[in-house]
Every structure is written in structure tokens, then in C-alpha cells.
């Protein structure tokens, strides 16, 4: 007879653990007991030898769906000759490290229970089990128990309280288990925001949804807004009145085999949108179909399954084969979460309010994934996927990262865990930034880290990011250059160290010597790095508008190219503008007025865009590049010409010859796809041929692909196989964003090592 405690650390509260070790221990006639504390689970376990060590093999390998084990040590200590095995009382201990685990979808057999006439929970739309529900969003505090979530208001009635403390049972301390009778209620609201009195609130909401209305939904992050997306009126009501001009909307669809009348879907994107995250996944439109309103000019349609019981409820009430749901905000404000804000931010867009009284503790949008060759790229990591560290290849000092401007999120490093927050928007709004403000507050208490060694932000001045890190008092700042935090990211995703290639493409960043790029080569890692090559620059005449008017950026391509003879092509936007416009851009772009250089391959796409007669104009950040890339039906082989130079040890990529090639395609009448097609291939060839001048330069073998350009899956895909076909090993990015959403990580691996170079030497 022996005795073995028994230390578990990772996801393990909040997901069915402690059952689970009960019925292990009790199915083994072992002794002891089990308990949550701040680090983690603790167990005991008394008994022969051989149960003990079945019971430590079975332990990780039969461990709960949700669970997710980072660390586990044991140790013998003395028998004490107890018997029976209980569930106490949890303890905090102090020096939090347990995990938070993320939200889930409803589970197979909650669903079943939601949709049986027998069944106690019938149309419960708040059913859960240890296996399934809210988590992330409801955590106030760790450890996991009902008092430190937003559920402690809600006392179990006697059947729930019953079913919680049988370890028999699916819910044994399951600590948001609720019913019809003791837990949250749904509630309708009309368009002023006062209760209708509806005995049927979800009857109420489903009736203006046919209607063709707009209903704000309050699900587990936060609210979305609701329309039937096969009603193009509705649709276009919606985006008049959220001020969303062609911005795609997400679409939930009824079940898989709804979204199969309308969309292609592969056996891995259906693994995708059924996978415990339930994420909105880019998934290929067929062709003829409708949801046009939803996605107009866009081969792909932002899709996701039902995920929680209220949207299976709502969906199959409808019934609707697919509704619009997309966040409640106006346009680039954060999703609203909050029921005192609701009406205050959505008076005058939302026709009626289906609302419950389970308070949201943690903002979280949908999270966003598009497939890709080498596997699924999170675009947008939020709900499913926050609170999970990246883990990382050793302990290091605790830091606060603040992120970019755009697609913000930030990062706190503890010991070997690095934890992003969700998806927090685009901090040049003022509402943003209290968001990100609170958001940091909460992380820092959630996650236990009341001191950071430093504040790592971004090199940009004048990001709201970077003001935060330079006016806070917590530590000192450290500003990480933003091109180098995107490979730094990616080589802390994918757990790699030393020197290497980085190739990173995206749309503005700034250098170190205050310029704005974006076609970066560059080599070294996280410990330090080397510009060694870049994209030639295009002319920004009008500054930031040359980014929303992106015919601006080609009119100064075609000046530089053709001089006072532009040619004459068939675009509607160079053949409107007077002979003034383009005398006042030519001497912008000769006198330097107001027309800064950028480097950012995300512009030099938007100049394509514009030149390929696709999209002058932009309503949304990325539209043009986004255009560019939908406008290809199939891939080709041979792409326009590329140069490139090496002048004093820095390579420079051209990509003026195919803008001019392009130009001649278009003046001849060449199909937009096919120059759609080739253009992305010479970026391919052009970046390709960068990294064997590199690698013949250093030796180094590595590439690592980084930046918002990467979302571009026929780059990415098409650079990725290239490259390896040359010999490369390449790394992409798969659970961190590779867009701006995950510099924050970035940031936060440099300034570590930083941190830790300082005190160790």
C-alpha cells in the first residue's frame, strides 16, 4: 500500500477534472481525495501500488474532452490509512497558475436533452454540462467555482444542487448548471429597450426576424445583430444602419448540411466549423447561390455552425437555413457586451432585443479561421481560443505587451506561458481603448500577475498602444520595431530559436529609421535582427488617404512609370479624373508634399487592385487587396517580370516591371483573373528568388512567413510550396493571427529574452 500526491496543472477546472478523478479513484477502489487551488488540481491517492500506477496512466490519457494537461508531478508521501475518496473544498493557495479554460459549444448530449419533451432542461437555452458552456466569459476569479463567476447570483435550485453533487452525474461540479427554474432567463425587449412583456421571448425575436427586421442577440461574448441573410432588404438595412458599406458579414447556418446548399465545404472545413471553438471559417461560396448582401463581390462566405443552445434554438425555431450574425457595434467599435450600453450604442439599428440575465464578465467576438494548404490560420483569435497560452520553450520574466493599432490584442508573459488576449479592435477609437484599458486590468488579475518586468510596445509613436506603455508607471517601456514582432511571433508559435529568414508582408509599419514598411526581408530571430532587403517603395500622395483611395497609389505608379504619358486604359476612375488632379499628384510626388515612400506590399496590392480596374476605392482597411485575390479563378505558373538588386549588402525587390506589365495587360483587354492570377505569381517568384539571395548570403535555411499579407491564402500557399521546393523548411503561422492581431506575442518573446539577457549577463 503506498500514497501518492499527485500535482496537475493546464486546463483542469471548470471541464469535468475532479469528477472525473472521483470516478477514476472510486472505479479503482483507491483512497484519497481531490481539490482546485490556484495552481491548478491536487490529488491523493492511497492504495496497492499497482491500482496507483493504473490510475497515473489513465489519468492523462482518459482525461476530460475540455481539459487540456500542461504539467503533472508526483511524489510518495507516507500512507495514512484513510479510506474512500471525496471531492474538497477548493483552496487558494496563492501564485495562481491554473488555466482558464476557453468557451465551448454545447455538447452532443446537452443538445439532445435541449430538443427532448421529456427532458427537465426542454428549451432550456442556458443547458450545460462539465463538458460544455460558458467559461471564459463568465470567470471572474480563479479558482473555478460558482462564487467567482457571474453564474453566483443564480442559487441552484434542489434537482440542480442534486445533479452537482452526484459524481455519478454529467454536471457533478459543473459550476454554471442551471434550469428553468433557478437559473438565467431570456427576456424580449422592443425597439426602445423596455421589456414587452412577451411570454415567449424567443418566439418574439424569430417573428421580427422573418419580418425581415433586426434583432440584437446577447450570446456568450458579447451581442450580435441579427438578420435573415436570404432577405436582401434586411440585409441592406443592416449594413445602412451599422454604417457597413461592404464589409462581409458572418452567416450562421441552421446545420452542416444548410450551409452545403450554399457553400463548398471540404472534409477538413467541416472539422473546422464543428470543432469545440466553432469558429467563423472561410469557406468557398457556389456559385449562383445567393448571400451576395452578405459577402458582395466576395468568392467566400464568413460561415459558422450554431454554438451555443440559444442559436440551435433560434435557428431551428426560425426555421432559418441561414441567418446574418454578425457583432453588435457600429462599424470598427468593439462588439458590445455590456446590457446598459446596448441601447445607448444600438438605438435606431436594432428593431428588437433578445436578451438573458446572465451577466458577461469578458468581452469576446467570434473568432475567425480561413484553411490553408499547410493547415487552418487563425485570422482573428478570440472566443474558443482565449484564454490558451502559447506555450513556450522556457521560463521567463513576467511582461505586459501592448500590441499594434490595428486588430489589437496584447500579451502577458508568466513563466513559460505566454496568454493573448481576445480580439480586442482597432484602438484609434476612443471606445476601443477604454476596452483595451479594462481588458489589460482584468487579464493581469485573471492570469495573476500584479508586476511585469516591462511594458514592450510598439516602435510607432503615436499608436494608443505604444502612448499607454509610455504613460503607465507599472515598469519600464520597450519599444520592439514591428516587422521584427511579427517574426519573433511566429518563431514563438512554432518554437523555434536562432537565425533565420524572415519574410514579412504587410501593409504600414514603422522602421527604425521612421519610414513606413511593409516588404520586409529580414534575418536573425528573436534575439536581435537585420533588414537585409525590402519591396521598392510606392508614392502615398495624400498621406493616409492614399490608403482609403488606393487609385491615388496607382496613379503615382503610373507616373513613375510613363512620366507625362500615361496611357490610355479602360478604368473609370483614370478616365474621370480631370487634367488637374493628375498635374497637382504629379507635383505632390516630384515636390515630396504630403506623399511619403511606403515599403508595405499591402499598398503596392492595393496599387495592382486599382490598376487592374478592380477597386479604386476602399470602404473597409484591406478591401482592395482582399478584391485582387477573390478576382482569381485559377493559379498560373508564369507571372509578370520581377527585378532585383543588390546595392552595398541590401537586396531590393522591383515590382515596378509587373505593374507595368500589368498595365499593358489591362490596356490590351487581358481577362481580370488571369491578370489577377499572374500578378500574385510574380510576387511569389520575386519574394522566392529574395530568400535564395539570402540564403546564398548566410546559409540560412529557415523561412518564416509573417504579416496581414499572408492571410492571402493563393500567396501564401503558392510562396510556401515554392519555397520548399527550392529547400527551404518554411514555417507559417496557424494558432496566432499572422496579421497585426498577433504582434503582441511578438513583442512580448523579444522583450522577455531582453529582460532575461539583462540579468543573466
Known amino acids: 500500500m503506498i500514497r501518492r500526491l499527485i500535482k496537475v496543472e493546464g486546463i483542469v477546472q471548470g471541464v469535468g477534472f475532479r469528477p472525473f478523478v472521483f470516478n477514476l479513484a472510486v472505479s479503482l477502489n483507491l483512497a484519497g481525495h481531490v481539490f482546485n487551488h490556484s495552481r491548478g488540481v491536487d490529488i491523493e491517492v492511497e492504495g496497492p501500488r499497482e491500482e496507483i500506477d493504473t490510475f497515473w496512466l489513465r489519468l492523462t490519457a482518459e482525461a476530460p474532452p475540455l481539459s487540456h494537461i500542461t504539467k503533472v508531478e508526483q511524489e510518495e508521501i507516507p500512507p495514512c490509512g484513510r479510506s474512500g475518496f471525496s471531492i474538497q473544498k477548493s483552496e487558494d493557495s496563492g501564485g495562481k497558475t491554473a488555466l482558464v479554460a476557453p468557451d465551448s459549444d454545447v455538447c452532443v448530449d446537452c443538445l439532445r436533452e435541449l430538443f427532448d419533451p421529456q427532458d427537465r432542461r426542454y428549451r432550456y437555452p442556458f443547458i450545460n454540462c462539465t463538458n460544455c458552456g460558458p467559461r471564459f466569459t463568465i470567470i471572474q ?88 441573410a436570404l432577405n436582401d432588404a434586411a440585409v441592406a438595412r443592416l449594413r445602412e444602419r451599422k454604417k457597413r458599406d461592404e464589409k462581409p458579414f458572418a452567416v450562421m447556418f441552421s446545420s452542416m448540411t444548410a450551409l452545403r ?37 466576395n468568392r467566400f462566405i464568413g460561415a459558422m455552425l450554431p454554438y451555443t443552445p440559444l442559436h440551435h434554438m433560434l435557428m431551428s425555431e426560425g426555421p432559418f437555413g441561414a441567418v446574418v450574425m454578425t457583432s453588435a457595434n457600429m462599424s470598427d467599435d468593439p462588439i458590445i457586451y455590456k446590457d446598459g450600453e446596448v441601447f445607448e450604442k444600438l438605438g435606431g439599428v436594432a428593431d428588437g432585443y433578445l436578451v438573458h440575465d446572465r451577466e458577461i464578465f469578458a468581452r469576446a467576438d ?29 521560463d521567463y520574466p513576467s511582461v505586459l505587451a501592448v500590441g499594434g493599432e490595428l486588430k489589437n490584442t496584447f500579451c502577458l508573459v508568466k513563466g513559460s506561458r505566454a496568454f493573448i488576449s481576445q480580439h480586442i479592435g482597432d484602438l484609434k477609437r476612443e471606445s476601443v481603448y477604454g476596452s483595451f484599458r479594462s481588458a489589460i486590468e482584468s487579464f493581469m488579475r485573471l492570469v495573476d500577475v500584479p508586476q511585469v518586468a ?67 526581408f529580414l ?26 483611395e488606393p487609385w491615388r497609389i496607382a496613379l503615382a505608379v503610373l507616373i513613375r512609370l510613363y512620366g507625362e504619358d500615361i496611357p490610355t486604359m ?138 496581414g499579407v499572408f492571410q492571402n491564402r493563393y500567396l501564401s500557399d503558392r510562396l510556401g510550396d515554392t519555397l520548399r521546393e527550392m529547400g527551404f523548411t518554411v514555417f507559417r503561422h496557424g494558432r496566432v493571427p499572422p496579421n497585426d492581431g498577433g504582434i503582441s506575442l511578438g513583442q512580448a518573446i523579444i522583450a522577455a529574452r531582453r529582460v532575461l539577457a539583462e540579468k543573466e549577463g
Open 141 to 228: 476569479d480563479v479558482p473555478y467555482d460558482r462564487p467567482n463567476t457571474t453564474m453566483s447570483r443564480f442559487p441552484m435550485c434542489a434537482q440542480c444542487r442534486k445533479e452537482y453533487e452526484n459524481p455519478a452525474n454529467r454536471r457533478f461540479h459543473a459550476q454554471p448548471v442551471a434550469c428553468h427554474d433557478c437559473g438565467p432567463r431570456l427576456a424580449f425587449h422592443n425597439d426602445r429597450f423596455q421589456p414587452a412583456g412577451s411570454s415567449d421571448p424567443l418566439g418574439a425575436a424569430v417573428d421580427l426576424i422573418r419580418q425581415g427586421k433586426v434583432v440584437a442577440v446577447k450570446g456568450l461574448g458579447g451581442y450580435h445583430l441579427a438578420v435573415d
Open 261 to 297: 446548399s450554399f457553400a463548398t465545404i471540404s472534409k477538413r472545413e467541416q472539422t473546422l466549423l464543428e470543432s469545440r471553438a466553432h469558429p467563423i471559417t472561410l469557406v468557398e461560396k457556389k456559385y449562383g447561390r445567393l448571400l451576395q448582401g452578405a459577402a458582395p463581390g
Open 366 to 394: 467570434d473568432s475567425i479561421e480561413r484553411p490553408m494548404a499547410h493547415g487552418s490560420v487563425i485570422l482573428r483569435r478570440s472566443r474558443g481560443y482565449t484564454p490558451i497560452p502559447i506555450q513556450l520553450d522556457r
Open 454 to 520: 516591462t511594458v514592450a510596445h510598439d516602435m510607432h509613436p503615436d499608436y494608443m498602444s505604444s502612448q499607454y506603455a509610455l504613460e503607465q508607471t507599472m515598469a519600464p517601456a520597450m519599444a520592439i520595431q514591428h516587422h521584427h514582432a511579427h517574426m519573433a511571433s511566429l518563431m514563438a508559435e512554432t518554437h523555434q530559436d536562432g537565425e533565420a529568414i524572415g519574410i514579412v508582408f504587410d501593409g504600414t509599419g514603422y522602421g527604425e529609421d521612421g519610414g513606413i514598411w511593409g516588404g520586409e
Open 523 to 548: 534575418t536573425g530571430g528573436a534575439d536581435g535582427y537585420s533588414r537585409a532587403g525590402y519591396v521598392s517603395p510606392v508614392p502615398l500622395p495624400g498621406g493616409d488617404k492614399a490608403i482609403k
Open 570 to 707: 479602360p478604368l473609370p476612375w483614370l478616365q474621370e479624373l480631370d487634367p488637374d488632379t493628375i498635374h497637382n499628384i504629379r507635383q505632390m510626388i516630384v515636390g515630396g508634399l504630403n506623399t511619403p515612400l511606403s515599403y508595405g506590399v499591402g499598398r503596392v496590392f492595393d496599387a495592382a487592385s486599382a490598376l487592374a480596374g478592380i477597386r479604386p476605392k476602399i470602404s473597409f482597411e484591406g478591401q482592395a487587396a482582399m478584391d485582387l485575390e477573390m478576382a482569381i479563378e485559377k493559379p498560373v505558373d508564369e507571372g509578370y517580370p520581377v527585378g532585383m538588386t543588390d546595392a552595398e549588402g541590401m537586396l531590393t525587390l522591383d515590382l515596378y516591371p509587373s505593374l507595368k506589365a500589368l498595365v499593358e495587360d489591362v490596356t490590351t483587354g487581358e481577362p481580370t483573373p488571369l491578370i489577377a492570377a499572374r500578378f500574385h505569381q510574380a510576387v511569389v517568384a520575386g519574394a522566392a528568388s529574395m530568400a535564395g539571395a539570402l540564403r546564398g548570403k548566410t546559409g540560412l535555411e529557415r523561412v518564416f512567413l509573417s504579416g
